[in-house]
């Protein structure tokens, strides 16, 4: 046997193929453990190479509008940056989903929430097959401890599995989010988010009569985002005004009424017929969310 630099094993490699077949040199290996490429073999050896994540906001102010009281916050999954109304969106594929975390979550006092048990669940209906079963015809993926905060409920979820619950076998797809609330089994129902309105104009402040019952105090904010007039050019400073980002802080008036503080004598009238609506800012939901999934392996890739 003769043993150089170049073959210090002194192995005699029978021909040509089976030397190249394990040249270390390439930027491939041929059919070591079924991997025809280093990526490919990455994920063999090393699974949690194949981890990816992505985050996602479950915003109520932008889901999928129902009337009445809320039961069921729902909206469509996107995998691309179009942003539309009643989506959440990340970019790229998503599937093979192993795990979800929630992070903590703020939602209106309800006073049927408020009990000795100072547990919330949070389910997430697409996803049901999985899940914590339990009785009262409920399913959940998340548990919280409750800590009443005013007119406000505090979820934190750390002390339950951190927040996580892990899915076995993976969730292949997701196209929409429907979630739950309950306390902790009993569901849980909230007050309309959002109303169809009018408005009497006044110099100084304009009121805004809504289609039901708003649940709003003093102090609250509320948000406009299609208010315009039947000449949008004339009246283009005070559209945007009242369709400012940040809202209004109301002042009540009735269960139907409140005023916000703007100036709007001599602007045009709202178009006859036009639908118009506000949202209530002491009513939204914020559920941000980590999605941990596997990649799927590409061919092409190196």
């Known amino acids: 046997m003769k043993i150089s630099i170049d073959n210090p094993s002194g192995y005699r490699y029978k021909n040509k193929r089976q030397i190249e077949g394990f040249n270390m040199k390439e ?24 981890k990816r994540y992505k985050y996602i906001v479950l915003d109520s102010r932008e889901r999928i509008v129902t009337s009445g009281n809320i039961q069921k916050f729902q909206w469509n999954y996107i995998n691309n940056l179009s942003r539309e109304e009643g989506s959440v969106n990340t970019y790229g ?3 093979n989903i192993i795990h979800l975390r929630v992070f903590p979550v703020r ?45 406000w409920i505090n979820l934190n979820p750390f002390n339950y599995n951190d927040g996580y619950y892990r899915f ?60 315009t007039t039947t000449d949008p050019s ?12 940040h809202g209004h802080h109301i002042t009540k008036k009735s269960d139907t009424s409140f005023t916000i503080p703007v100036n709007t004598i001599g602007v045009n009238p709202i178009p006859a017929g036009l639908i118009v609506n506000v949202y209530f800012g002491s009513k939204r939901i914020i559920i941000p969310l980590e999605i941990t999934y596997l990649e799927s392996y590409n061919p092409t890739d190196n």
């Open 234 to 245: 004339a009246d283009s400073d005070k559209i945007s005004e009242i369709n400012n980002i």
């Open 107 to 151: 939602i209106p006092y309800i006073s049927y929430a408020d009990t000795p048990l100072k547990r919330i669940s949070l389910n997430i209906e697409e996803l049901s097959p999985q899940g914590f079963i339990a009785h009262e015809r409920r399913q959940f993926h998340f548990l919280f401890d409750n800590i009443v905060d005013g007119r």
């Open 27 to 50: 930027k491939h290996i041929e059919n070591f453990l079924g991997a025809k490429s280093l990526m490919k073999l990455r994920h063999e050896l090393n699974p949690q190479s194949k």
């Open 93 to 95: 594929n998503v599937k």
């Open 168 to 227: 076995n076998p993976p969730i292949t797809n997701l196209d929409s989010i429907t979630v739950t609330f309950g306390s902790p089994l009993e569901p849980l129902s909230f007050d309309p988010d959002r109303a169809e309105y009018t408005m009497t104009y006044g110099a100084l402040s304009t009121l805004v009569t809504t289609n039901i019952t708003h649940n709003l105090f003093t102090g609250d904010i509320v948000y406009f985002n299609d208010f």
